[in-house]
């Protein structure tokens, strides 16, 4: 009877180590993953040899046991939850805020891969997601992240300036009309404005956060399926698999290339975050060249953090520190990885 007793307890602690959620996440190399496979230009050239990859982080609340083992692991990170949500922002609105970053991303690599090959492409704005409503504010309990609003007061919405202009208008205690669409269903919300928690200018408003949503139409159609890849950090090699499947040729050459970075409007490419794991994760994959954001590091950020270093920095020190033969490649614009797959000969 001791003896199962003791099973039971020993059982119990088992398991509450290993599910009992604490306030923390772990992040830590994730995988590689070709391209292609979320990328599907119609009629597009996909016989090609090598592959380009995006590179994911794995991100996951922390219990007692992944605690432990990532304390002791270089290349995992733990992480306090508020640093990984914004001010008022709980689970949901951090996925949807994730998923618009990707969408985002999505739109912009869609821009430039076809700005790159001059093929014809139209942008539609369609008003503004919702990413947080405030706790306490006016929109509390009627509008939910993830919601577009694409009317106010009778009058379509179709850039983010549209609502911020009609809002600058409105006095406290006043009424707003607002048609929202959540999942494709149209519905009017009216709300009372109020000051805005939180505002130190006592600012009125509905109590939201959100950015622009926009569409762009390619010809030829460009169908991009990754909704479950958050964030925006795969927008360079979202881009780079759109022009290898417009063009003929494979400007991959053969070879097995991963990176990472934001993709702007501007055909640059931005900084990210956790890309020492992606490095790691691209070398365990097997990878032959990564793509790495060579941002600029200002006065004014070393300010705030004397010890900050550029994305490529910190790419060619975890490579070094892994012994990894494959080549980190430094990337401002998206001009400057075209560049080096155009000089890149063939691989045997």
Known sequence: MKKVL???IVLFVVLLISNYPLDYYIMKPGSAYDVSKFVKVQDGDTNDEGTLNLM??????????TYAFAYFNEFQDIINIEDVRQEEED???????????????????LLIAFQKANL?????????TVLNVIAGGAAD???KPGDEIVEIDGEIIHKAEDLTAKLNLKKENEEVHLVLSRDNQLFDETILLKEIPGSEEHKIGIGITYAQSKSIKT???VNVDADDIGGPSAGLMFTLEILNQLLEEDISKGYLIAGTGEMNEDGTIGRIGGIEKKVVAAHEDGMEIFFAP??????????????????YDVAVTTAKKIGTKMKIVPVKTIDDALDYL???????
């Open 342 to 348: 155009k000089n890149l000969p063939e691989k045997n």
């Open 6 to 8: 003791y099973l039971m």
């Open 91 to 109: 689970e949901e609105e951090y996925n949807v805020r994730q998923l618009k970053l990707m969408s985002d991303s999505q739109f912009n690599a």
């Open 141 to 143: 309990g009627k509008v």
């Open 56 to 65: 994911t982080v794995s991100m996951a609340q922390a219990t007692p046991l």
């Open 219 to 221: 010809e030829p159609n």
């Open 120 to 128: 014809p492409y139209t942008v539609t704005y369609n008003g503004i």
């Open 294 to 311: 060579d941002d600029e590091i200002t006065d004014a950020m070393l300010k705030v953090n004397p010890t900050l270093q550029s994305n």
